[in-house]
């Protein structure tokens, strides 16, 4: 694993930032200012590895139950998401992801009950329940220099469109969402894909490509905000990603839960709520709060008096759609004054755009054995810069070769053992995304 400054990444962790400020002229829309007052509820869970996710957040979403639409593996974490449907028909929403130790990060957007669930290894658990904002207060000021690429909402055969994001946090945010920042990472992740689904929008997905931890906590400000390119600058160059989003601790200073900018890139919010990022994100594809004053202009938010949508009040998961209905039978948005899912899908390309396509990392160079025994030789190359691990191959005929792989790594060492004969070996580097390089130099050589 890669490690800096102890924190632990499946693949890789930044730390540190600039003292430059960047200055963006973008419009901005946050999330009221609200007080970080409720304090989670603590309890420990006896012989957590041996209980199935299932178990684990069981009593959080009683009497709900839960309808799996995804379920993946990533890196070693089990990704899971779907709607939760209550004996009145209500819905919310769930996200799992559960690493191979055990932990979990659960976020629950149960009617009645929403937060963000956290179980660490040895079985200590929290809930932390979601902080309430008011959506009528909005703060949106659209850009004029923003160039906005929009395409037909009726285009059946446009390509799905992969928008990069790269996800930032303070080392005080870290903490606060139990210390796994990559599980917390991809639940974000998942809570914006699994919207985007159930809502009906196919043309677009979030791919997490990079995660960044920087020591100092930022207030949650339209200064901090302006600044988030900057403070992140390392994975911006290390990932190059479409999107950037910032996640901190709340501070007194906070302004908001969550800002971010109008048809832009960019967003930031408090690490342990569980709705701001996918409401900044939606702000990002287009979309303002509730259209209050009834304006022939899909770019908002739903309510029809019984339940809403993101971005208009305290959500069931969706964006809103005039295509879909809610369990009392009213519509989830508004073809002329509410479709926030017509917005995202117009701006795929937009946001998938702010970036070149992700390209391969380049061959590692100066591959060479730098040590050996009876029956091991050690290996050592340079870095190649998008590389977040890499892997060793070995051909034992080099007059018919057959790469076999015989290792990773996440150093530029790596120490084969039970090695008899000769070979020839050669590195391969690996990006965050599984992306995988040409071979570097090869080296014939034996112990």
């Known amino acids: 694993m890669f490690k800096t400054a102890g924190v632990r990444s499946i693949r890789r962790a930044f730390s540190g930032l600039s003292l430059v400020c960047l200055a963006v002229i973008l419009g901005a829309c946050a999330h009221p200012p609200a007080t970080d007052s409720v304090e989670p509820k603590r309890q ?5 590895a041996s209980k199935s996710t299932a178990e684990l957040y069981a009593d959080l979403i009683a009497p709900a139950v839960f309808e799996r639409s995804s379920s993946k593996v990533i890196d070693g974490y089990t990704v899971e998401s779907g709607k939760l449907r209550l004996p009145d028909k209500s819905e919310g929403s769930l996200v799992t992801v ?22 660490n290894q040895q079985g200590s658990s929290t809930f932390s329940p979601e902080p309430y904002f008011d ?5 949106g000021i659209p850009s004029p220099d923003e160039k906005v690429a929009t395409e037909s909402v009726n285009s059946a055969s446009e390509e799905p469109k992969i928008v990069d994001v790269l996800l930032g946090y303070s080392r005080a945010a870290v903490e606060r969402v139990g210390g796994d920042v990559m599980a917390h990472a991809l639940s974000q992740i998942e809570s914006v894909n699994l919207a985007l689904r159930i809502s009906l929008v196919s043309n677009v997905s979030l791919r997490l490509v990079g995660v960044q931890v920087v020591e100092q906590n930022y207030p949650t400000t339209t200064g901090t905000l302006g600044q988030l390119t900057t403070i992140f600058s390392a994975g911006m160059a290390q990932f190059v990603p479409d999107m950037i989003y910032g996640f901190f601790n709340s501070t007194p200073e906070d302004t908001a839960l969550g800002w971010g900018y109008i048809k832009g890139r960019a967003g930031i919010g408090w690490a342990h709520s569980i709705n701001t990022y996918r409401h900044e994100v939606g702000h990002n594809a287009g979309s303002s709060h509730c259209n209050t004053d009834g304006a022939a202009n899909y770019r908002f938010g739903y309510n029809n008096g019984k339940t809403s949508t993101i971005l208009c009040g305290q959500s069931t998961g969706y964006y809103s759609t005039p295509a879909l209905s809610d369990e009392f039978g009213l519509p989830r948005g508004d073809a002329i004054t509410a479709d926030t899912a017509r917005v995202w899908h117009e701006n795929a390309v937009r946001l998938s755009s702010y970036a070149p396509p992700q390209s391969p990392p380049i061959a590692p160079a100066n591959f060479a054995k730098v040590g050996s025994t009876a029956s091991t030789i050690t290996f050592s190359w340079s870095a ?64």
């Open 44 to 48: 420990i869970i006896e012989n957590v």
């Open 98 to 119: 559960r690493s191979v130790e055990g932990g979990l990060v659960a976020l629950v957007n149960r009617p009645g009950k929403s937060g963000l669930f956290l179980v």
């Open 384 to 447: 190649s810069p998008k590389a977040v691990r890499y892997e060793i191959y070995s051909v034992k005929d080099t007059g018919s070769p057959v790469p076999k792989k015989i290792g990773d790594s996440t150093t530029l060492t790596f120490a084969a053992a039970n090695i008899s004969g000769s070979a020839l070996y050669f590195v391969k580097a690996v990006s965050f995304i599984g992306m995988v390089s040409r071979p570097s130099n090869s080296v014939v050589t034996r112990p």
């Open 135 to 139: 959506p009528a207060v909005e703060d």
